[in-house]
DNA sequence: ACATACTTTCAATATTTTCTGAAATTATAA
DNA sequence: TTATAATTTCAGAAAATATTGAAAGTATGT
């Protein structure tokens, strides 16, 4: 397989495979792009390799920075920004955690607790299976939240090499 | 809160949660209704409680039951079958791991191990970020493969207890 | 200040995804 | 077998999402 053939192949199964996380595809695309440019690319660049419009690019560039998961750079002498991604995949894979359990996981425990204080006879059936399930979410979700807080503080090695010893 | 009103934001979020999981709001939502239903119910029980057509819930309580969430229950004397959800997050949460662990990494880290294939020069930059980002991808993705397989097969109370003294 | 290069915004448009509802199919009972 | 009940399918409609492109906004150099 020829580079050209790989790099396409990559980007568009990138992009794919971030549909099936709530990334848009284009994101993806553009994030795949720049994790094998080995230099920053401007907004011209990834227009032309991905085909896509301008304000296309600027919108998702714009997501992609709010991620963490991209940096603008400016280039000394170069009246165009830069784009860069993070090429480390296990900041990469933080840096995720760290914003989905932000936007999603903390917001969904808040509102488990309040579910949790709603009035009723714990009797009737209804009521008890609302309860527990309610409860199980949340106690499950509690758990999965101190866990990922350890993992986002922590260092890779440290992490794969206890883990693997661990589950060994 | 009233409990109608608290079951109605349980499925109203929860469909919204799916949403950034790559799952459909119906579908995520009727998975909702059914786990905090004690008892199976009915095809014509959720299109009125969620105000679907019958095409809708049809496709997707096929669906839940293919991801093996949801049971078709049969109940002697009634001519409709019913419909029930597996209500222990942790084996929720196992058979989610286990289904996009099979539908989305396996099939990832197939192809990455293709592109790894590619034909070049080593020296190139182009090709050389190409390689390694690659390679570290897939890296990664056999560290959570292996680490995701474990989990499928733990039990829960080991699990979550090993884990925790783990990470204190 | 002016001209030029570059970036951002957003209304209109295109695309993708989801949903409906009625017809076709299958199952059950008499 | 026939009537009735229940389920499935799927083409078309509706809704949700993503994309374009041109105009407005900013920054930079002279």
Do not use: C
């Amino acid at each position: 397989m020829k580079l050209t053939e790989a790099k396409a192949q990559f980007i568009s199964s990138w992009g794919a495979f971030g549909t099936h996380w709530g990334i848009n595809r284009t994101m993806a695309q553009i994030h795949a792009l720049l994790l094998i440019s080995p230099d920053p690319i401007t907004q011209d660049d990834i227009m032309e390799q991905l085909n896509i419009s301008r304000g296309n690019v600027n919108m998702n560039t714009r997501d992609l920075v709010d991620w963490g998961l991209v940096d603008r750079v400016l280039i000394p002498g170069e009246r165009k920004e830069f784009f860069t991604a993070e090429k480390d995949i296990w900041k990469v894979a933080t840096q995720i955690i760290k914003e989905r359990k932000k936007r999603e996981l903390d917001p969904m425990l808040k509102l488990l607790s309040q579910l949790e204080k709603v009035e009723g006879d714990k009797k009737d059936k209804e009521t008890k299976q609302f309860l527990d399930t309610v409860a199980g979410i949340r106690k499950f979700g509690g758990q999965a939240d101190k866990m990922l807080d350890v993992m986002i503080k922590a260092d890779e090695s440290w992490f794969l090499g206890s883990l693997l010893k661990f589950f060994k």
